[in-house]
């Protein structure tokens, strides 16, 4: 996975037909969220609370793909279908830490524009 976050807040404040200041104040709380998802899921991963898990990975997949953060939506759509399926759980972890990554570059970014 790439070390950079990109994102062109222009374009996608365009598309959803959206000010991009506006834009902006969506992705700083959706950031906020997601850093408490995560700490959340570091708990019920583990102990693979799948139901919790599944209910989590559902609301980030389906915020991150309304406001298009790519990655964030891939890997927590893959997590999500995984924990559908209950895959093994080391799959599992290894699908947390991939979107626990994309996550992050997202989160680094928000907190440095």
């Known amino acids: 996975m790439s070390d950079e976050f990109q994102y062109d807040i222009a374009a996608v404040a365009t ?3 959206i ?3 506006i834009l902006k104040k969506l992705l700083e709380s959706f950031s ?9 899921l ?3 991963v583990p102990v693979n ?12 997949k389906g915020t991150g793909g309304n406001l298009r953060l790519t990655k964030v939506y891939e890997t927590a759509d893959t997590m999500h279908v995984a924990v559908k ?6 799959k599992i972890l290894n699908l947390f830490e991939e ?9 680094e970014h928000i907190k440095h524009s």
């Not at 609370?49 to 980030?60: L, N, Q, W, Y």
């Not at 979107?99 to 989160?107: C, D, H, M, Q, R």
């Open 42 to 44: 570091d708990m019920l």
């Open 19 to 21: 000010r991009p200041e």
């Open 85 to 90: 399926a209950e895959e093994p759980q080391n």
């Open 99 to 107: 979107f626990k990554e994309a996550s992050n570059l997202f989160i």
């Open 32 to 40: 906020n969220t997601l850093s408490e998802k995560i700490i959340q």
């Open 49 to 60: 609370d799948t139901d919790k898990i599944r209910a989590i990975m559902h609301e980030v």
């Open 15 to 17: 598309e959803l037909r």
